[in-house]
Nanobody, 126 residues
Framework: QVQLLESGGGSVQEGGHLRLSCVAS????????LSWFRQIPGREREGLVG????????SYADSALARFTISRDIPKNTVYLQISSMRTEDTAMYFC???????????????????WGQGTQVTVSS
């Protein structure tokens, strides 16, 4: 089994930046892909970016290309999401998600996500 724990959310002023962390534990070798999603109240969960475990290849959603950056620290089993030039519309719950199914990437997310973290809230104020 795999567990994911996000952190780094909080309140930030518009124009600021934030780095979210996702620490994976458990059966780490089974993780083939990690993604960041967000969910704005009243909207569907949105895939932002995914990264393949073996190659480090990434895929960003068009909406995330300009201001979101995924990175990872393999020894720490941690994936990060850097968000810059934040806007009020970035206010959302941000989730880390993993796939153990080796189905690759789609635009902005892993295919076959089967593990979710509990999320971390990000609030951007003007």
């Amino acid at each position: 089994q795999v567990q994911l724990l996000e952190s780094g959310g909080g309140s930030v002023q518009e124009g600021g930046h934030l780095r979210l962390s996702c620490v994976a534990s458990g059966n780490i070798p089974s993780i083939t892909c990690l993604s960041w999603f967000r969910q704005i109240p009243g909207r569907e969960r949105e895939g932002l970016v995914g990264i393949l475990s073996r190659t480090g290849s990434t895929s960003y959603a068009d909406s995330a290309l300009a201001r979101f950056t995924i990175s990872r620290d393999i020894p720490k089993n941690t994936v990060y999401l850097q968000i810059s030039s934040m806007r009020t519309e970035d206010t959302a719950m941000y989730f880390c998600a993993a796939s153990t199914k080796a189905l690759g990437l789609s635009k902005g997310a892993c295919n076959g996500v089967d593990v979710w973290g509990q999320g971390t809230q990000v609030t951007v104020s003007s």
